[in-house]
């Protein structure tokens, strides 16, 4: 019975494996959106002068390194 146990927890690890997988693809897409839209945000030229009149917030995530 051993073989038997082996293969099921082989066939149990493969399909851990692709749940993984496909959740691993599925959050890098949208980190890769969330980039983007942080992109956006930095670059627009109305947060920009907000920030430099005093009237919009610089948040930490904004500030240089």
Request: charged residues 40%.
């Amino acid at each position: 019975m051993t073989g038997y146990d082996d293969a099921e927890r082989v066939r149990k690890l493969e399909r851990d494996l692709a749940a993984l997988s496909r959740i691993n693809r599925e959050q890098s897409a949208e980190i890769r959106v969330l980039r983007g839209r942080i992109g956006q945000l930095r670059a627009s030229r109305w947060r920009r002068l907000g920030q430099r009149l005093g009237l919009a917030m610089t948040m930490d995530w904004e500030r240089p390194r």
